[in-house]
């Protein structure tokens, strides 16, 4: 396990944590307790990348696929949605510049395409409430919040989750923590217990399908639960542990880090928000 750093920062005045935990947080605290602050505390927004903008444009042509008739449901009817609802995608201020990649394009294209090589979307029973479902709970006092890409009832009680990226190999586990989370989410909010997880590898053309062990999805909750008590004492203590690694290299604070970057200054600190702001990086407003 990679070692930790407390490092001591300026929070924001009346700093608090979202009133939500989400998955991603929950994903990106284990990764590094002070990317989560800067994220989610000092509310400075991570600018999108290739693959994320790739992913919500295949995210988004599969759901409106799903949502068609069965018939309906054909690959020659799934590009015409890519071909209409990708361009309309990329206007936004934050993906325009994503406009002429045609590398993501040739991805995202990829990936519906072999949507229809993994199952048959023509012969799946989903209904539409079944597709990008709110989950929303409280495990233990902590208010949880997810978006589940697809649950299907068809003898088995199924949460699907798509994944643009590339085969995940041994770290496949690590991936199934999210829709086993959202397993126990479903038990507490509609009484359902979920049969089966699967993960939809579109680009690697590859499905990750597993029976739920519960005790794996209680484990979530417990996860969850200390994420937040960690974070609150965080707060209260204005220190967050850094967690220095291979993934250091990956992250946009990464110049603004004391833990790995020399003479950083402190985070929340006039001189690493203004240097937050010369590497192009704004904050969320409320």
């Known amino acids: 396990m990679t070692k930790s750093l407390r490092v001591d920062v300026i929070q924001p005045e009346g700093a608090s944590l979202p009133p939500r935990v989400s998955y991603s947080q929950l994903s990106k605290y284990n990764q590094c307790g002070l990317r989560y602050y800067f994220n989610y505390v000092a509310s400075w927004t991570e600018p999108q990348t290739s693959s994320l903008v790739g992913g ?17 449901r054909t690959l020659e009817r799934a590009l015409e949605l890519l071909r209409e609802h990708g361009p309309r995608l990329l ?21 519906v395409e072999n949507l229809f090589k993994l199952e048959s979307p023509s012969e799946l029973v ?37 994944k643009t990226g590339k085969n995940p190999g041994r770290y496949v586990d690590d991936k199934l923590k999210q829709p086993y989370l959202y397993a126990l989410a479903f038990k507490m909010q509609h009484d359902i217990d979920v049969d089966e997880v699967e993960l939809i ?7 990750e ?22 974070s609150e004492l965080s707060v209260t203590a204005s220190a967050w542990d850094a967690r220095p ?23 929340g600190s006039i001189e690493s928000d203004n240097a937050l702001i010369q590497l192009g990086l704004t904050r969320r407003s409320y």
């Open 201 to 207: 590898f579109l680009n690697a053309k590859h499905i």
């Open 56 to 72: 919500n444009i295949a995210h988004d042509v599969i759901e409106r696929l799903y949502r068609l008739p069965n018939e309906e």
């Open 126 to 162: 989903v209904e539409p409430e079944h597709l990008e479902m709110e989950l929303e709970v409280e495990i233990d006092g902590v208010k949880f919040f997810g978006k589940v890409d697809r649950f299907t009832v068809d003898g088995v009680n199924r949460v699907t989750d798509y």
């Open 245 to 267: 690694g291979k993934l250091c290299s990956y992250c946009v604070f990464e110049a603004v880090c004391p833990a790995v970057t020399t003479g950083a200054a402190k985070p």
């Open 209 to 230: 399908k597993r029976p739920v062990d519960f005790a794996i999805a209680e484990a979530m909750g417990v996860s969850l639960v200390r994420m937040r008590a960690d």
């Open 91 to 111: 206007k936004s201020p934050e993906c325009a510049k994503f406009a002429n990649d045609n590398a993501m394009k040739a991805n995202v294209k990829e990936a």
